[in-house]
């Protein structure tokens, strides 16, 4: 349980949920997502910190870069442990919680 409300509180910044729906798209630099999102390389930095020590993202470094992409198989179990909290019954399919 207190993995789950860990989860909750590093999701709880919208940037990073940002971050997560650019990251869905295609690898990214620190650079290109501060471009994108409108804030300082900083303040990326500080969030992928965020997200790669939960397990989230990954990087790769490539020449003078660090490509972050997302660690779809820590975020696949993620999303199994949210849909256990949902309680509407939807089971996260295409059903839509009310």
Not at 19 to 31: F, G, H, Q
Not at 33 to 52: D, E, F, M, N, Y
Request: hydrophobic fraction near 40%.
């Amino acid at each position: 349980m207190k993995e789950t409300a860990e989860l909750f509180k590093i999701l709880s910044v919208d940037k990073r949920i940002e971050i997560i729906e650019l990251l869905k798209k295609e690898p990214m630099s620190v650079n290109a997502i501060a471009v994108i999102l409108g804030v300082t390389q900083s303040a990326v930095s500080q969030h992928l910190r965020v997200l790669k020590s939960a397990g989230l993202v990954r990087d790769e470094r490539q020449g003078y870069w660090i490509f972050y992409s997302l660690n779809r198989e820590v975020l696949e179990s993620c999303r199994q442990r949210l849909n256990r909290v949902c309680t509407c019954g939807c089971g996260g399919g295409e059903k839509k919680c009310k």
